[in-house]
């Protein structure tokens, strides 16, 4: 309320679909390194540790999936922005039964790898913008479980792309949407190819860009 409506244009980030396409980038490498089996069911949270990410909240979901589900790994990727959070959490992550099937794996600079052999992007955040690697996660085709926090809801259709799950998160619910899709495939592909759809349609990197320059040359024209 703070600025007039004519003063506010909404350009969302692009996504350059030629370095995030599933029919492009090789699979097996990630898991390869990992240890992880090619038919074991993989989610992962991409971001820099910290507790306003909610790795902590996929951790407590994953020990209850792996219950249940042991042909499961979690994977946690990024640096620490908090040490203190980081060091709480390795250590709950040491004591844990599970802790061969969560692992951390630091920072990576092969996301589209990461997301290729990945079923499913967990993005459990108590605070966003837009997040990049939500339109990334759904270029590579894969169903997005992430928090109606930001501009996320902007992206990420409850039930047709995804699930958008409500803050603070619970982690029940949180539970109930990885395993669904963990236990149903097609759903997961399903909802792969329409994330795939949505970005092509609306977040590809040169239509971000020519919005961009069409703004600019809005406000050259008007001055």
């Avoid at 902590?56 to 994977?75: D, G, S, T, Y």
């Avoid at 949180?174 to 994330?195: I, S, W």
């Amino acid at each position: 309320g703070w600025l007039p409506d004519e003063k506010v244009e909404v350009i969302h980030n692009g996504v350059d679909l030629r370095a995030f396409d599933p029919e492009r980038v090789s699979r097996g490498i990630f898991r390869q390194e990992y240890g992880i089996p090619e038919d074991a069911l993989v989610a992962v949270l991409i971001g820099r540790i910290g507790k306003t990410k909610g790795q902590m909240i996929l951790v407590k979901a994953a020990e209850e999936i792996l219950r249940r589900q042991p042909n499961a790994f979690f994977l946690l990727v990024g640096v620490p922005s908090d040490q203190a959070y980081y060091a709480e959490m390795a250590k709950y992550l040491e004591q844990s039964p599970f802790r061969k099937r969560i692992l951390f794996t630091g920072l990576r600079h092969d996301i589209p790898q990461v997301l290729a052999d990945a079923d499913v992007m967990a993005h459990p955040s108590e605070w966003e913008g837009l997040p990049n690697v939500v339109l990334e996660a759904m270029a590579m085709g894969r169903p997005v479980i992430a928090t109606d926090a930001g501009g996320t809801a902007e992206v990420v259709e409850d039930g047709v792309n995804g699930f958008l799950l409500p803050l603070p998160v619970p982690v029940g619910l949180l539970v109930e949407k990885l395993e669904f899709l963990f236990t149903h495939p097609e759903e997961r592909r399903r909802m792969g190819l329409a994330g795939r759809a949505r970005v092509e349609k609306e977040f590809d990197m040169p239509q971000s860009v020519q919005r961009y320059e069409a703004l600019f040359y809005k406000v050259l024209m008007e001055s």
